[in-house]
């Protein structure tokens, strides 16, 4: 705060503003309404002095501007009703009325006139093209429903009604473009508008024309108008009510006060319009008869009526008044205007020179006002008068009273950290506000507040160092005030507190200067004592209430010194040693010496008479002489109390005090005989004796009359305690009796009526209680309560929760509740259902005892508080019990224990907060229903709970408004970027995304949204998808992305024709570029069009040539003549009318000089010659040249030598006979010369990824090898493959090519397949990792990138090398990244889809021989999911030692215990490490399974039971089955056929018992000749097809040809079958002619295998002899292979 200013808090709000967003502010003086408008653009308004509170009045709609209307009315109702007119962002306009009385303070939405509207009248009145865009709309004022706006350059006038089309009431156009515009103002019928030349031009509403300009440099510092560009720019002005005083602001801060008056003297040529002499000398008689009484005589001469009668007098009247007048001001020192204004008048005003402008005689009074004299006065928060000036004039001076105006104010702060925001001027002064640059970070001021007078030059600087925002009054008799974030302030310059508070006294009322020192938390002034003299004298109260405060504080400690006895003094003090005897302490004493204790002294006395005189006096006098005299008795025993206090605090035995206190006790003795009915004994001022006469007498007067009740209520309350005396006597109604009773017979009871109302009161308690609600009402109606209020009372304050519902329950009964209160019982009830324990200490213990585990976690001990702490925390924080004795609720650790009246303060939001605490814990879910949206949004984002918020946005999108979407402060960054993640991918976004085009471009381009079909905002309501292609379009074209801008208009077919190029952007602002883009656009779009091929040559040429209209002239002249050509090949005309005359403007761009174009040509001499020939002397013109004379000598290389065998060159060289042909690679002879030849193997195949290529050249290099050696290359094909595929796993091409190979050789590709999808999976994370680190460069980050993927490759090749711990740390890097896509995704990380993508590790750890990953069983087990990590574990066959080792993860002791005994006895049976099942256990399942199976087909549980036999039989002969999978070469025996089940169904499950069904069911098929079972075998996941088909194939033929097959073979049924097997087979059949047998085998077990179309081809040819389709069998194995 400035020195010799004061800041003054005129009222506390409440709510909190955030003034740091606050853009705009308007004050309205008439309802005393200040409107807000925040950066979002919302609008809220609050009254001053109230407390009418509206926030966001838009209902949601940005708005860019806020206007008051300029007058006030009333409704039907009686409450005022004030205008406003409010502009959307978007342009469109709104009318609304703000309703406010004593009890409403609302919004009546009024007509709305969008901006499309507005454009089209616009056009209808003026009948031209108006182009109207959301900025270029201005709202300057409103009266009723006519809005006064400036649209772009149009100033009109709009009335806008419901239910009616808008009307243009008047609509003409302003000089100064739109853009130019820095400020505008509309006063008194004029529009004053300041624009960037600098020049101020005065426009005149009614007439719609132009009066008058003001030059402000020109006139300040005498410089030409070409030379103002070089000064400061100007940036705000202000102009005084009564149009005289102009006073402007530059980009410096300085300020410039211009007289007009003196101005336009000075240059009447910048007068527009100026009256005729006629009018002039009218007005002027005009105006100097204002105020002299001749205002009829003028009126009678205007119209043509005689008033000259009586003349004399009134000239003479006239005369004294101007002599008087000059008299006066050269006394007080003001001049007079100069020569050339007397001669005019005595109080000219330029306005009087304009034509047609009448001007109300009140502003005639305010200059003169303003001229005669500007007394002194100090200003609340606005302007700074000061007093008369020194420099004093007469009345012959040729100089003016503005001529002594400062020329130059300049500024008080720091221009290069703050600038001036508004300016506000009157008659003598001028306010400025200052507010800090938004680039400015280490100001400790925010605001500053300058008050300048205009005549001394002397400025007052306020500054402000918390967020403050300047409301500009809309009427001059009201202070601008200065509104915070809770509060309404004003300053005062030159004012001390106690002048302040003296004058509100005196001026206003003692109620409102205690109301400005109860808000600014001021200590009471010393108020004179004569003030107390003049509220006594007219029985004013509240003066005597204010005196009296002021002196309660005499006895008050002194803040900054230390009590001691030794410096406490009393303050009451008197230099003339008064009757007191009290002297006050020095400097160091630590009271308040705040007044002359005589005075006060002095003040009890004159209270006391006065008393004295007025309680025996009439009626009205009595009623004021009691009032003063509570008033009175009530200050001593303040002022006694206080005394106490003092003495108690500091155990003090100061003499002075002591008499003080006695001589105030003096004094309430004299003013307690004035007290009503007082007893005798009592009024003595004599000190009271205790003896039996007095006791007496006390008892007779409280029971006056000896009757029969009062012996029978003392004769029983002899046998009574004292508590049931005092009940008694209170139900009895004998309250007096039982105060005297006790007195004289209780020694230690003084009979005071506080103790009786004590017990009495603990009575009532004790009766509520038990429920005698009868009694306790009595109670307290007999002891003078009021029994409903107090039961309401004691209902809110109770801790007792029984009581509490009773006494609720009745008071409801008996409809004594409010609404308010009913609620409140009900949400505490619910509250206590939900926080079911209400003992603290009982919840704590189950606390500790359930978390006990929790805390014991080694990694959480080290975040629990040490001893030494929990001691320190016991001492500072104190817990218990409420209320002691009550039954409580043990069930859980939810504490409660509240009382009513702690509610009551506690908002909608803070009860559903509180609710929603144990709604997520699963209490109670039906109370989600009751829980408003936007509670529980605050509610998550304050607990930062990303999941469920995320979960509800996807169950119920809709419940998500824009208002809750731009309320997200109270989270972490992190989670509010990823909320607004998740619902801009649902097309909603935050308002500050909205107005910052670049945060919503990089949101929308975040989440891949920037290309979308449909697009992201088709359906939102802030912004178009047309304005966002807008802002985009620019935004390419300003940063130059010119290939990313192509994609875009492709993607959404936008700029298709020159319509949408003009709707979409500025065509001015284009750059050459973007045109070029979109030529070439739409040649793509319509390329047989050759004028848009011209176009687009001509805008290429003027991005190259860097011109702003390019023809091809322009190309010649740039010395680029072959895009001159290429561009006139696309040309409207032809060649021959290019170079006649240019006829318009369209010609000028493709018609050339000839002489030009040929001299353009001489470099090319062929090209010049072909186009402008040459005529022989004949006039022959020789034939065209071709188009190898045109290239000869013109291009690197000879067309005579390259071109030979084309017919049309004639440069060919001669001799060589015919043409010879054009060369090719598939010339012999060429190939011969040139040709390269290299031998590709299979593995450069598959590096090209073309695995059937690499197979058939495998096949090739292999073909004449023997078995063993083959089998040996088919290892190292795997192997390379393996290689490659490892090397090139980022290339799914390649490592699907050699899957696809492996597979063809027959080996197993599931060890390739995981190792490629782990590879991917490791890489991409550790990829991740790296482009996370901001911290590192683009390079570093590519050269880490590199060195993961080769490590990747490095470990998994270690990995075929059986390295165990290659496996490991792949294994470890494995987890981390599955664990970081589970982390990622949005499925929890025990769900099904998570365990899906944890099999890969399982798979891995399989394949490697490693203990299985158990990540996922431990999230199941800390998680509690005991299902999910069961099923987990069966379905992989975790060890069952492995499992019980994770069992203990789980949290749940229960749990934990239980499934550790589940799983210890279970028979368990696994794949991992535990190994297999046995075969008895095998065989006894599978018996079971054939037993239930049987059972659904329909066999008897008899003939189940008859094959119990085979089954044992099976079982006996299952070690000689099994053998063939001990992995040694012993062939196992054949099967005895004695044994061999002859059904279907026996032999099924038979083969199901052995280890490897698929094997023994072919030796089953091999014995009983049945090939279904091959095809059966086929059917299993493990099985080889190769000897399925061999199998299949030999038991369908016969035994000759099985003979044949199998003369070679030890035994057929277990026999291992390979190629050469199957190569003698296909041998013997095509012998045998079994075509069809081999045919459908193929088809059945290897459909797509290349022999098949070469098989159909055989049989074609040797049984069918079809030489058609021979040929299409050919074809077709050819395609295959």
Known sequence: MGEGSLSVTLQQLPITLNITSTTKSHYDARLRTISLVNEDGHVSLFQVGANGYLEDVAGGVPVSQFVWESSIHGDETGADKQGFVIVTRLGAIQLNNLISNAETFEIETGPQCSIESLQSALQNYTGTEVLVGAADVRVLHLEGCVVTALVDNYMCRVAIAKDVPIEVLQCWQIEEPSKDVIQIKVIQGLMIVLSSQPVISLYSLDKAKKIAFVNVWEHIVHVSKEDCQEISKLTNFDVSEDLTLLVVSDSTNNIYPVDLNVYFTENPQNLVIKRSDTERSIDLRWSDRQGDGSQVDYLGQCKGIRTDTNRTWKNQMANIKETLFSQVTACRGVGIAPVSRRSRGKHWNWYQEVEGMRIPSKWVRIHERRHSQRPEGRPVCGFLKSGPRSDKTTIGDEQSVTSSLSVMMSSPVDSDKMVLDKLSVNATSVCAWYILKQDVTDSVVFSALCVSDLYSNVQRLCEFTEPTCMVYSSLSTCPHLLVKDNSVDAVVFNEQQEGLVNKLMMYDSATIADTVCRINHWDRCSIPIHALEVGLRHRQLDTVAFFLKSRESIFTLHPKTSPSPATITSSFHSSKQSELGISIGVSSSPFKAKMDTFQLESAIQLLIATIKDNINADAQSRQFGEQLLYMTMEFLNQLIRNAVTVTKETQMTDTDLHSSVGKLMEYLSQLRQYLKNIPKWAAQNTEVQDTPEVKEEVMNFYSPQSSQFTEECIKRWRHMRKEDVIRDAILNSCIPLVQAYLWQHDKGHSGQLSDIVDVGLSQVYLALIARDLRNAAKLLKNMGY??????????????????????????????????????????????????????????????????????????????????????????????????????????????????????????????????????????????????????????????????????????????????????????????????????????????????????????????????????????????????????????????????????????????????????????????????????????????????????????????????????????????????????????????????????????????????????????????????????????????????????????????????????????????????????????????????????????????????????????????????????????????????????????????????????????????????????????????????????????????????????????????????????????????????????????????????????????????????????????????????????????????????????????????????????????????????????????????????????????????????????????????????????????????????????????????????????????????????????????????????????????????????????????????????????????????????????????????????????????????????????????????VV
């Not at 200490?841 to 001893?867: D, F, G, M």
């Not at 504490?895 to 909608?908: G, N, R, S």
């Not at 619902?983 to 979308?1012: D, H, P």
């Not at 990313?1044 to 024709?1057: G, T, W």
């Open 786 to 1679: 009021d029994v409903t209020e107090q039961l309401r009372r004691i209902c809110l304050y109770t801790p007792n929760k029984g009581l509490r519902d009773f006494l609720a329950e009745e008071l409801q009964k008996s409809k004594q509740l409010t609404e308010e209160e009913v609620c409140m019982v009900q949400f505490v009830q619910q509250l206590e259902n939900l926080y079911t324990c209400h003992s603290y200490e009982q919840a704590k213990e189950i606390a500790e005892e359930t978390r006990k585990r929790y805390w014991e976690s080694s990694h959480r001990l080290s975040r629990t508080p040490t001893i030494k702490a929990k001691s320190v925390l016991k001492s500072l924080i104190k817990t218990g019990e409420i209320a002691e004795g009550e039954s409580v609720n043990h069930q859980n650790d939810s504490y409660a224990h509240i009382m009513l009246d702690w509610v009551k303060d506690w908002d909608e939001e803070t009860r559903q907060r509180i609710l929603l605490d144990r709604v997520f814990n699963d209490i109670d879910p039906t109370l989600n229903g009751t829980i408003h949206p936007k509670t529980r949004w605050r509610y998550l984002l304050s607990h930062n709970l990303l999941d469920n918020i995320q979960q509800w946005i996807a169950a119920n999108p809709t419940d998500i408004t824009a208002d809750m979407l731009n309320d997200i402060t109270q989270c972490t960054p992190y989670v509010k970027d990823r909320i607004l993640d998740t619902m801009a991918r649902r097309g909603l976004f935050a308002s500050e995304e909205l107005e910052n085009f670049n945060k919503l471009l990089q949101r929308v381009s975040k989440n891949g949204q920037l290309m979308t079909q449909p697009h992201i905002l088709e359906d939102s309501f802030s912004m178009t998808t047309e304005q966002f292609h807008q802002l985009f379009i620019n935004y390419c074209i300003q940063n130059y992305l010119p290939n990313v801008l192509y994609f875009y208009l492709d993607f959404y077919k936008l700029a298709v024709f020159d319509d949408d190029l003009q709707r979409m952007c500025n065509i001015d602002s284009v750059s050459s570029w973007f045109e070029m883009l979109l030529f070439f656009r739409y040649t793509g779009l319509q390329h047989n069009d050759p004028d848009v091929m011209f176009r687009a040559s001509l805008a290429n040429a003027k991005y190259v040539l860097k011109v702003t209209q390019p023809t091809v002239t322009c190309l010649l002249e740039a010395n680029k003549p072959i895009a001159a050509m290429a561009t006139l090949i696309y040309a409207p005309g032809t060649f021959y009318e290019v170079t006649q005359g240019v006829d318009n403007d369209e010609d000028r761009l493709w018609k050339v000089d000839a002489e030009l174009l040929k001299q353009s040509l001489q470099s090319y001499p062929k090209l010049q010659s072909a186009l402008f020939p040459v005529q022989t002397a004949g006039g022959v013109t020789p034939q065209d040249i071709t188009m190898y004379q045109l290239l000869k000598g013109n291009t690197p290389f000879d067309p005579s030598k390259l071109f030979r065998w084309q017919p049309t060159n004639n440069l060919a060289t001669q001799g060589r006979g015919v043409f010879v042909e054009m060369p090719h690679f598939s010339r012999t002879d060429l190939v011969t010369k040139y040709g390269h030849k290299e031998i590709l193997r299979y593995t450069y195949y598959l590096r090209q990824a073309r695995p059937s290529f690499a197979f058939i050249t495998f096949i090739k290099n292999v073909e004449d090898c023997d078995s063993g050696l083959i089998r040996r290359r088919i290892k190292q094909a795997h192997a390379k493959s393996y290689y490659i595929a490892i090397k090139n796993f980022k290339t799914l091409s390649v490592s699907a090519a050699c899957v696809a190979f492996v597979e063809m050789l027959g080996q197993d590709s599931l060890a390739m397949r995981v190792a490629i999808q782990c590879a991917n999976i490791i890489f991409t994370h550790e990829r991740e990792v790296v482009m996370m680190d901001q911290h590192t460069d683009k390079k570093s980050k590519e050269s880490k990138i590199n060195e993961i993927e080769e490590d990747i490759v490095s470990d998994f090749l270690s990995t075929m090398r059986h390295r165990r711990l290659s496996a490991e740390k792949i294994l470890k890097h494995l987890e981390d990244a599955i664990a970081h896509n589970v982390k990622n995704s949005d499925e929890q990380s025990t769900s099904f889809e998570a365990s899906q993508q944890w099999s890969l590790a399982i798979l891995f750890c399989h394949l490697h021989k490693l203990a299985y990953s158990t990540v996922f069983l431990e999230e199941c087990a800390r998680t509690d999911q005991w299902l999910r990590f069961l099923c987990f574990a069966q379905n992989y066959q975790y060890p069952q030692q492995q499992v019980l080792e994770l069992v203990r993860h789980f949290s749940s002791s229960t749990l934990r215990d239980h499934l550790h005994y589940s799983i210890e006895n279970l028979q368990y049976t696994g794949v991992g490490k535990a190994g297999g099942v046995t075969d008895t256990q095998q065989v006894k399942r599978s018996q079971d399974m054939r037993t239930q199976y049987l059972k659904r087909v329909g066999i008897s549980k008899t003939s189940v039971g008859s094959s119990t036999d085979s089954d044992k039989e099976g079982k006996i002969d299952e070690s000689s089955v099994t053998s063939s999978d001990t992995g040694t070469d012993v062939p196992p025996s054949n099967l005895d056929d004695e044994h061999i089940p002859h059904d279907l169904f026996g032999v099924i499950f038979r083969c199901e018992n052995t280890t490897q069904p698929w094997r023994n069911m072919l030796a089953h098929c091999v014995a009983l000749r049945q090939p279904i079972l091959a095809v059966l075998s086929a059917c299993f996941k493990e099985a080889v097809m190769l000897d399925c088909l061999c199998v299949w194939i030999v038991s369908s033929m016969d035994d000759e040809c099985v003979a044949m097959v199998t003369q070679n073979m030890g035994t057929v049924q277990w026999h291992r079958w390979t190629l050469e097997d199957l190569s003698v087979i296909i041998d013997v059949a095509i012998e045998m002619k079994y075509f069809s047998l081999l045919i459908k085998g193929l088809n059945v077990f290897d459909p797509d295998c290349a022999l098949l179309p070469f098989i159909n081809f055989v049989k074609s040819f040797l049984v069918d002899h079809d030489g058609k389709v021979c040929k299409i069998h050919l074809r077709d194995r050819k395609s």
